[in-house]
């Protein structure tokens, strides 16, 4: 912050300075009506000059920002046309990507079945009696709509207590 606010000042005596170069007080008492009017024009053609060379600071700039803009335009189109290859479909067992992945590490052949669980029949049949007692839901739905459903479940409920 500290240095922000001495560049600020430094940024302003130069400014002072270079105004008071530029830029002498005006001694305009005592003068006569032709004497102020010479001075006006003095001025005029000394606000004239300044304002030609803003204007052409002015153009300089908006050029080079232009200028700025189209070479980023240039650079962006000089990345984009950049061609990906092709890729192409590679088969690899799972001894070679696992020798690749751990190199010299990896040691004998991995049997990647070995590590499944088992599964007998008859768990599966198990599983499908199961979701055929299960039923049908819409059954239940059927039964329970209505008054007659509303009616079964409140004889249920009292019956229970």
Not at 10 to 34: C, F, I, N, T
Not at 60 to 65: C, L, W
Not at 119 to 127: P, S, T, Y
Request: aromatic share 4%.
């Amino acid at each position: 912050m500290e240095e922000l606010e001495a560049e600020k000042v430094a940024r302003d005596d130069e400014k002072v300075r270079y105004l008071g170069e530029k830029l002498p007080p005006l001694h305009v008492s005592g003068l006569s009506m032709e004497e102020l009017q010479k001075l006006c024009q003095q001025l005029h053609k000394k606000i004239d000059v300044v304002d030609e060379e803003r204007y052409d600071f002015e153009a300089k700039v908006y050029k080079n920002g232009r200028d700025i803009h189209e070479l980023k335009l240039k650079v962006m189109d000089l990345g984009g046309k950049f061609k990906k290859p092709a890729l192409r479909k590679v088969r690899v067992s799972a001894d070679e990507m696992m020798r690749a992945l751990l190199g010299t590490k990896h040691k004998g052949s991995m049997d990647l079945r070995s590590n499944l669980k088992s599964v007998k029949k008859e768990d599966i049949k198990q599983e499908k009696e199961m979701n055929l007692e299960v039923g049908d839901w819409r059954k239940n739905v059927e039964a329970m709509s209505g008054m007659e459903g509303r009616k079964k479940m409140f004889d249920a409920a009292g019956s229970g207590q």
